[in-house]
T-cell receptor, first 113, second 113 residues
Framework: NAGVTQTPKFQVLKTGQSMTLQCAQD?????MSWYRQDPGMGLRLIHY???????DQGEVPNGYNVSRSTTEDFPLRLLSAAPSQTSVYFC????????????FGQGTRLTVV | AQSVTQLDSHVSVSEGTPVLLRCNYS??????LFWYVQHPNKGLQLLLK??????LVKGINGFEAEFKKSETSFHLTKPSAHMSDAAEYFC???????????FGAGTTVTVRA
């Protein structure tokens, strides 16, 4: 089925550990992005990419790295997890043209202890 | 810069009564506006979008929204609430020349039997 696939769905990390959240889309969308969702704050943009080899920071980039080696994949790396990074993370992709909607993955619930 | 304010953090309605979710936006250019719904522990689903065509936009599940430029509003309505409408709703804005989406803080809808 076409769409955005995120893995894992759930993850518990210890403070200081690193990990990568995976995101893949099969719709050939140029634009991909990562958001974190915290209660009462909506979704906040972490990083985004407008195409392979191009990434940029969003609203809350600190503590996260991204890369975009292919159109399909956009992994998010936590370098040294902190309890403040406990959140639900969503990956999204969007077709070219700014009046198009974004397609979201099912989310990754991350807990840092 | 674009931003969204959802005027109600929580709305409670009785089944069969109308639902109104209020959204005001700020945008430097002609905006695209979206409403997304998130059911508990699920991803985000597009309800409807406005992209400079008709100002009254019809979406899925009986929802509709009206774009009012003079009031910078994009309120979401449904004539008759159903129990399955219990969810969190997000108003989202995107400037015409920007891929980035800005989310409101969300409105939680509770439907009473």
């Amino acid at each position: 089925n076409a769409g955005v696939t995120q893995t894992p769905k759930f993850q518990v990390l210890k403070t200081g550990q690193s990990m990568t959240l995976q995101c893949a889309q099969d719709m050939n969308h140029e634009y991909m992005s990562w958001y974190r969702q915290d209660p009462g704050m909506g979704l906040r943009l972490i990083h985004y990419s407008v195409g392979a080899g191009i990434t940029d920071q969003g609203e809350v980039p600190n503590g996260y790295n991204v890369s975009r080696s292919t159109t399909e994949d956009f992994p998010l790396r936590l370098l040294s997890a902190a309890p403040s990074q406990t959140s639900v993370y969503f990956c999204a992709s969007r077709e070219q043209g700014t009046n198009t909607e974004a397609f979201f993955g099912q989310g990754t619930r991350l807990t840092v202890v | 810069a674009q931003s969204v304010t959802q005027l109600d953090s929580h709305v409670s309605v009785s089944e069969g009564t109308p639902v109104l979710l209020r959204c005001n936006y700020s945008s430097s250019y002609s905006p695209s506006l979206f409403w997304y719904v998130q059911h508990p522990n699920k991803g985000l689903q597009l309800l409807l979008k406005y992209t400079s065509a008709a100002t009254l936009v019809k979406g899925i599940n009986g929802f509709e929204a009206e774009f009012k430029k003079s009031e910078t509003s994009f309120h979401l309505t449904k004539p008759s609430a159903h129990m399955s409408d219990a969810a969190e709703y997000f108003c989202v804005v995107s400037d015409w020349n920007d891929y980035k989406l800005s989310f409101g803080a969300g409105t939680t809808v509770t439907v009473r039997a």
